[in-house]
């Protein structure tokens, strides 16, 4: 997982230069003295900016590049705003063996994407839109030559992340690009090492959760409240899938969660404004990206002017919606199979330059930790009423929960309060469950495993309506910046 990069701005095209107009006069009632603060301030971004193309010179090599885009035909049309395909790969190889052990960064590097992201931003340069793609997606390769072997391949199913084994960077874009019709504009890939720099050389970065999060495989233990976490501690952080039985998507979360975070210490910590500042932070990251050609100096100044005037509201954040969380494909395995409806209108609003956070609506439903979505249920049908099995299991699964769609009867047909029975390390699964059962009973019971079970009782009326309260919120379940920050 990589942080939110500063993605550069489009080039400006070169015009003959124009004769000024004369100044006009100060609109009456306005003080002189705010016409020349306005004036002194101009002058003194000029000169900023000018003092900042010179330090940072030669800045470009220190970017090792990649030509994703060569050869590249029949691609989409161009849309308005800038798109970025932000890939983060392992490079675990180039961190020291004692911070290895450390961060539990054992074993060998899978050459292939860890997290990929489309980063928007608006022509304006006001907004940054992020949608994250969910490595497990299921995905259908052009046709493509392998890297390795040299051997042609036709197009062929993969999970998405498979795509840069395969074909590095170029055939990372080109399936991206088939599966979005989004026209990528500048590609950026980060690795481990990139990403740890980039969190120390700001002085850390601050989040904060409700409970505790520990992750025994990477060796996150936090404890609930506010951290400021440094480069290793936040990779731990960004990194875990199994803090809960939502994995992947919920890593998703916490990704978005660390770069609103990381955002609005960039944006308030004075960097931007600091060329001396800027160069030393730029240095300090760059030495461990690849990026196409374009991404240089020029771009990364005038991203950076940009950039001062982002907050942590400027940005939002959203994962491509699902419709299928166990997509079989044989030979692939289970994947995550996308919504085609939903996600053609996230990517149409990309290509509009439109907000997503424009199309969420208001929802009445009770907030949960978990979505319903990745919430496994089995039914059993607790008293001698024919068929209430079935209806609970109907209810639930409209509401969006995973159900197996075959209740079964109970041992004790002669339950009379609802039972939701769950592992106790899927507790909060159990209590996003036990929410849409009003008056339900939540028993712990070891072993069980991560499917849940509903033993229905006699004082079952009805499913309450639930949705995830974190970051599933409307249409697209996006979520700004400043929604996720600590408070």
Known sequence: MSPLPTPPRSPRPRTAPQRPPRPSAPPRGKPRWVVRTVTTLSVVVLAAAGIGHAVMSGLDEDIARVDPFRDMKNRPEAGHGMNILLVGTDGRERIGARERERYRLGGAPCHCTDTVMIVHISADRDRASVISLPRDS???????????????????????????AEGGPRLTVRTVEKMTRVKIDHYLEVDFTSFMRTVDVVGGVEICTGRPLKDGRTGLDLPAGRHTLKGGQALQYVRSRHVDGASDLSRMRRQQHFMAALVDRVTSSGVL???????????????????????????????????????????????????????????????????????????????????????????????????????????????????????????????????????????????????????????????????????????????????????????????????????????????????????
Not at 158 to 164: D, P, Q, R, S, V
Not at 275 to 282: A, C, E, G, I, Q
Not at 299 to 318: H, K, Q, T, V
Not at 335 to 351: G, H, I, N, P, Y
């Open 138 to 164: 299921y995905a259908v390769t052009p046709p493509h030559t392998d890297r390795v072997s040299g051997e042609r391949h036709k197009g062929h199913p993969l999970k998405l992340n498979a795509a840069y």
């Open 273 to 487: 404004l600091n060329p001396m500042r800027f160069r030393d932070v730029t240095r300090a990251v760059l030495g461990s990206v690849r990026a196409d050609e374009g991404f240089g100096t020029d771009e990364l100044l005038d991203l950076g002017r940009a950039m001062r005037n982002f907050s942590p509201s400027s940005s939002e954040f959203a994962t491509v919606p699902i419709a299928d969380m166990k997509y079989a494909v044989k030979g692939v395995g289970s994947t995550l199979k996308w919504d085609a409806a939903q996600s053609e209108r996230v990517f149409d609003a990309l290509r509009r330059d439109e907000p997503l956070s424009a199309h969420r609506t208001p929802d009445a439903a009770l907030r949960v930790p978990v979505d319903p979505r990745r919430v496994r249920v089995q039914v059993e049908n607790g008293t001698r009423t024919t068929g209430l099995g079935r209806r609970v299991d109907a209810a639930l699964a409209a509401t969006g929960f995973d159900t197996t769609r075959a209740p079964v009867n109970a041992a004790d047909q002669g339950v009379r309060r609802t039972v939701v029975a769950y592992d106790p390390r899927w507790d909060r699964s159990a209590k996003s469950l036990a929410a849409a059962l009003p008056g339900s009973e939540l028993r712990a019971v070891k072993g069980q495993g991560a499917v849940l079970r509903v033993i229905a009782g006699a004082d079952f009326e009805k499913v309450r309506k639930v949705r995830a309260q974190d970051p599933e919120r409307g249409e697209f379940g996006v979520v700004r910046g400043d929604e996720v920050g600590c408070s």
